[in-house]
């Protein structure tokens, strides 16, 4: 068994993480803002970008490992200034006092709209499938904070190599288990809707996970990310799309550059 800090533990991606890690036999501590109701961890409170108190807390609870999902989640949620200041904040506050504390490995949620779908200037895949060679064009401060978010990443697998284990993953549109039995997602939509009206999940591309999925995939990485080159990234998406109809042809209609 091993002791495990997620941060964002209280988030829609977070809550599936800590139930996958402690149903794994793992120790896990959350920490977030804002605690939640039958979290299978012990939950903290913490401002991680107070990076003392971030420092102070790491030290004490000495982790094995830490999964980092505290963000700024919503493009356009706050001025764009603000989302790239405050999630370059969080990451490189959780990086540091990850390493002063000990642990062995760090895994950061980054994002697919690091490649640039979306752009109101346009923009067309560079190739077919888009896996992780895809070249990254970020458009707004979000996407452009998790292009920061995994130059981090590579710059500690350089730096910290020696003594830390660090990747990034990509999580595609996170469905929660509460969204599947009909609660709105995170734009607002039901499954059902963005299933009946393609357009809603088109501006995704169609990419979806399964939070539980993803939770999953993090498991796995803590567990063998020794078997990985230091410092990469991942996508991680759902097998199929969230759409009914032939993805090519849905993509053909409904998002321009295909």
């Known amino acids: ?3 495990y800090i997620v941060t964002g533990g209280s988030g829609r991606l977070g809550r599936s993480v800590v139930t996958v890690l402690a149903e794994a036999g793992h120790e896990v501590v959350s920490i977030d803002r ?6 299978p961890a012990r939950q903290l409170s913490l401002d991680l970008t107070d990076a003392e108190a971030t420092h102070r807390a790491f030290a004490e609870l000495r982790p094995d490992g830490v999964v980092h999902l505290a963000a ?34 760090l895994l950061i949620a980054s994002s697919p709209t690091v490649i640039g779908y979306g752009c109101p200037a346009g923009w067309t895949p560079s190739t077919l499938p888009i896996d992780e060679a895809h070249p990254r ?4 401060g979000y996407a452009l904070s998790k292009v920061a978010v995994e130059e981090l990443v590579a710059m500690a697998a350089r730096r ?3 003594r830390l284990r660090v990747g990034a993953f990509r999580p595609c549109y996170v469905i929660t288990p509460e969204e599947w039995a009909g609660a709105p997602t995170q734009q607002g939509h039901t499954v059902a809707e963005r299933l009946d009206d393609p357009a809603l999940s088109a501006v995704a591309l169609f990419n979806y996970v399964d939070a539980r ?10 567990e063998n990310g020794q078997t990985v080159p230091n410092g990469t990234t991942f996508f991680v ?3 199929d799309s969230l759409v009914r109809e032939p993805v090519s042809d849905a993509l053909a209609r409904l998002v321009a550059g295909f």
């Not at 804002?34 to 979290?39: A, H, K, L």
């Not at 064009?137 to 707004?140: L, M, R, V």
């Not at 939770?215 to 990485?221: K, Q």
Request: glycine content about 8%; overall charge negative; cysteine-free.
């Open 237 to 239: 998406g759902a097998a």
């Open 160 to 162: 910290d190599g020696d």
């Open 34 to 39: 804002s605690p939640v109701d039958g979290m």
């Open 1 to 3: 068994m091993s002791r």
């Open 213 to 222: 999925d993803a939770g999953d995939f993090v498991r796995l990485w803590l």
């Open 137 to 140: 064009a970020p458009w707004n």
């Open 72 to 105: 700024i989640a919503v493009p356009f949620s706050l001025p764009d200034d603000e989302i790239f200041a405050i999630n370059t904040h969080l990451a490189w506050s959780v990086l540091e006092a990850t390493i002063a504390a000990g642990a062995e490995s």
